[in-house]
């Protein structure tokens, strides 16, 4: 189980120094929409830059022109780029094709999809799929990933070396209860970087993770 | 109707070049999506400085972080922002307070939302909605808006004042045989900007716009 760190709503100074902080602990970087909404693609380039040794994820949530932002993701360095589940077929499909040519991976961010829109993305077998949780629905309404309540979609059960991730609200107490499911990748954000101590949280979430 | 000028795929500077050289003839400029992402929201703070007599419209497409992202665009200078449809209700509620107490407008995209969504959407009355087909629709299903399917979808006609915006290879000759709709903003890209003599196309379309 890899363990993403997502940096949001900080600068660019300000997340590398967050990830530094705890970069022993997590596997991959996340680049968060916001930075890259606020600071443009040199975001992921500085992050690139800075931590040459993890995987970097561009959460560039795509939606359309995919060829021409998944393609200035992956050359700013970025491993993994995201694209919207409820974006149409076609923009997902450049998306993948793109990811393929320049041997990087695609993660489909499955946040408000139907379940009929998550059945055609069962197709995408070599993507990860993100069962999300979003930053307004926790804030807002409250949800977050509760253990108990988590299930794969049916669809996606059928693909073989399924790779999932999760993310809203993760923190180690999920981890610590997490049994059934095996996520390739648990995305964690403020349960780290607005943590009192984050390099003791980020050991512990890894602790956890390792166990797995 | 208004024109807006979609500027995508470019430098910051030549986006600026390009809206320079038909600016008499548009009234919306638009800050794509593109140069938010690649520019960051610098792009829309120099557009804005450029162009302080235009509505300024930042494609942002938001699906989450709605208050941030929001926020951000509407200090940058932007007066019209856009959501995704497909985004969670709680993210498109926050993109509409923040708009209210900004006096500033929210254009909802309706790229690829269900008809389910749309009536959900038909309570923001106060919202521009786009009916959008995307680029890579465009690009590589052949797609485009024609006049001849267009049909403002059923539970937005409920709203008192409806307005309405038009995306997605919009040319002269689609003004020209438009009749039955009458949308509020019309949103220009590639038929100016990659035009021989983008002058000459700018000022066409407005002319047919006046007709209206």
Known sequence: MNIQLALDRLTIKEAIL???KVKKYVDWIEVGTSLI???????????????????ILADVKTFDNAKYEFTMCFEAGADVATVMGTAPKVSIDICMEVARESGRKVMIDLLNTSDEKIKELSVYEDAIFCMHISKDLQEVIGEKQEVSKI???EPLTKIKDLKIAIAGGITSEFLENLKDIHPYVVIVGSAITKSNNPELEAKKIKELANRR
């Open 18 to 20: 967050n990830a530094n």
């Open 37 to 55: 909404k606020e600071f443009g693609i040199k975001s992921v380039k500085e992050i690139r830059k800075a931590f040459p040794e993890k995987i």
């Open 151 to 153: 299930k794969v979609p």
